[in-house]
């Protein structure tokens, strides 16, 4: 027997599973929570007997990369001995971004976005509303209006004073009428992405929001 045809026939004796189920290429995720539970502790990428190295899971700045075992996997919470998610990534690509927003259900629900999205680029914000009540706002002269539940990118413009920065609205839709959460102006940051998280805050039971910040590495030239 060739080598050739050796290596075939070992490729054809994998379990069915071990072939669809194993990830395409140098996996990388990083995590954004909008909230952490209380006791929740280090989490760790959980997938069958696999298991990634623990690390915080943050909620004022993204995560490092971390390499899930696959492409379906679990975060698993030490501090509580429960999964507090199940995620699943596109077949495509192969860096993303897990937003984790508290679910009704209990955990979290994972809002995933490539790294590498042509639509969310530096400069960009994406909007997550996770209050109960319909948002809108302005950034610049780009506007926007989401549902409960839903998330959008939005690519700013308008800027103002040559250039460095948007003058920004955000507010609510209530039954009496669109009430303002905030008028602010915010900076043009070329290099930077926003994530702005839309929730019910748990100590007044009132809507508010909160942004968070990720800085993107330039991209860097292809050799000629």
Known sequence: ????????????????????????????????????????????????????????LPISHLSAPQTPPERIFSVWS?????????????????????????SKEGGFKPVVISAKDAGFRPGDIYFYNHADKTVLGYVGTSTFTL???????LRPEGAKGDNLYYDVGLGVREKEGDRTLSKARWPVQKQMRMYVFFYINPTNGRLDFRAVDEFVEPEVPAAP
């Open 1 to 56: 027997m060739t080598k050739l045809a050796f290596i075939f026939l070992s490729l054809l004796c994998l379990p069915l599973g071990a072939q669809s189920s194993a990830p395409k290429g140098n996996l990388k995720v990083r995590f954004l929570a909008e909230r952490s539970p209380a006791g929740t502790g280090q989490v760790s990428l959980v997938a069958k007997e696999a298991k990634s190295p623990l690390f915080d």
């Open 78 to 102: 030490t501090g509580l001995n429960a999964s507090l998610a199940t995620v699943t990534l596109p077949e495509e690509g192969n860096q993303f971004i897990v937003l984790l927003v508290p």
């Open 147 to 153: 549902e409960p539940g839903k998330g959008k990118s």
